[in-house]
């Protein structure tokens, strides 16, 4: 426990008790540019539906209906957030840029270099721990792996390989950002919102031309084309400083992204080949708009309470290592467990403990000797630029305490 504890779970702990305990307040606008405990949480839900669905693939209905595909509505919810927080991130600095006078060419090299650190030192970890203990496809196809291509390997040859096929997501955003960057930067902002619109509309356009041409359906999910939608839903959010009107009607929000999540499930269990399951990502996407633009004004009573537990605080710190070794670990695991110790992983409320709590540990290992480190050093060398978007920060002193008290206030 005093591990995990050293790991970063017990601070997590002491920042929720700051957040009930302290009295200082802050607007919502001062707000925004700070840490929101509350969105952790939600990227900890996240990567705990893409977990479970891994880990119980091959054990029908457990631990749900197999109609309900936790994985891919938890990637739809990563996407949805990644492009609203970079996208606000690059409003930020386009705002720092215009007044500052501070060259474009630097902030955009700023950002691709945030970026390599941000996603490369766990990816190229995950990688080298792959190739060298010889697990699954990576030898054969570590090119894919390295050049951030893994989603197009699985297109090309329309199935999952084994340990690597999970990277998809990540390559598919960091395709994303090669030219998203470019058009938040020097698009008049007149035209913005039109442009995001439309790379939004571009994206069903391309699922509407996969069905046209028989394109299989595996190409459909993991091409950047594909995801278009999804990000630029989250960016459009983003751009909007995280604002939509009308967000205090609570339950009926909850009902309309129930109902619209739940239309969603059962058009993904339809024939991929009719025009209607388009829809699908759309429709994810569009509930998990509402959801993060409520997070990022902030819940209040129990869903507060829960969204900033300290256990979720901690998975949503640590949740992009959870991402990227949980599929390591499911390969690892039966491989290195003795015969005597097999039954952990033939029950399968067994088996999602084990894998789980194994993730959790090398994930949180992760971060705190090799993830952390290297934030806090990109902080250091883009502080005036791009700084930190809210979910990625280090929360410092009462942030916690100061995002509670503005809600409170404000409600």
């Known amino acids: ?30 707000a925004s540019e700070h840490y929101q405990p509350q969105f952790d949480g939600l990227r900890a839900l996240a990567v705990l539906t893409v977990m479970v669905d891994h880990f119980a693939a091959d054990v029908p209905n457990f631990p749900l209906p197999d109609w309900i ?19 606000a991130s690059l409003r930020r600095a386009r705002d720092r840029m215009e007044i500052s006078a501070v060259s474009a060419g630097k902030t955009i090299g700023d950002f691709y270099w945030c970026r390599l650190l941000r996603i490369g030192p766990a990816y190229i970890a995950f990688a080298a721990i792959a190739l060298i203990l010889d697990v699954g496809a990576i030898r054969h196809n570590w090119p894919w792996v390295f050049t951030g291509t893994v989603n197009w390997l699985i297109a090309w040859k329309n199935q999952w390989p084994l340990t690597i096929s999970h990277l998809w997501s990540i390559c598919v955003q960091e395709q994303f950002y090669l030219f998203w960057p470019v058009l938040i930067l020097f698009l008049p902002r007149r035209w913005m919102l039109s442009a995001i619109i439309s790379v939004a509309l571009a994206g069903i356009a391309f699922r509407i ?10 190409a459909r999910w993991v091409l950047p084309f594909g995801s278009l939608d999804s990000l630029a839903a989250g960016a459009a959010l983003g751009w909007c400083g995280g604002q939509l009107r009308a ?4 339950w009926l929000l909850t009902l309309i992204c ?18 209607k399951s388009i829809f699908v990502e759309p429709l994810e996407a569009g509930a998990f708009v509402i959801l993060v633009a409520r997070t990022a ?53 067994l088996r999602l403990m084990v894998l789980g709590i194994t993730t959790l540990g090398l994930a949180a290992i ?32 009462n942030d916690f305490v100061r995002w509670h008290r503005a809600l409170v206030h404000e409600t």
């Not at 426990?1 to 919502?28: C, H, P």
Request: with cysteine.
């Open 1 to 30: 426990m005093a591990g995990i504890s050293y790991l970063g779970w017990g601070q997590a702990a002491i920042d929720r008790r700051k957040l009930v305990e302290s009295e200082q307040t802050l607007t919502r606008d001062e």
């Open 258 to 275: 129930l109902s619209m999540l739940t239309l969603a499930a059962v058009l993904r269990n339809s024939d991929p080949a009719q025009l």
């Open 209 to 218: 031309g996969c069905i046209m041409f028989s394109v299989p359906t595996i």
């Open 247 to 250: 967000l205090r009607g609570g």
């Open 297 to 349: 004004r902030g819940f209040v009573g129990y869903t507060a309470r829960f969204l900033t537990l300290p256990g979720l605080v901690f998975a949503g710190r640590i949740s992009y290592g959870l991402y990227i070794y949980h599929i390591l670990v499911a390969m690892l695991v039966p491989r290195w467990l003795p015969s005597q110790l097999r039954f952990l992983i033939t029950i399968p409320s």
């Open 366 to 397: 992760s971060w705190r000797f090799l993830e952390r480190p290297i934030n806090r050093f990109r902080s250091k060398i883009t502080p005036v630029r791009l700084g930190p978007t809210p979910v990625e920060q280090e929360p410092r002193g």
């Open 69 to 87: 595909h936790l994985g891919a509505t938890g990637v739809r919810l990563f996407l949805v957030l990644s492009g609203y927080f970079i996208t």
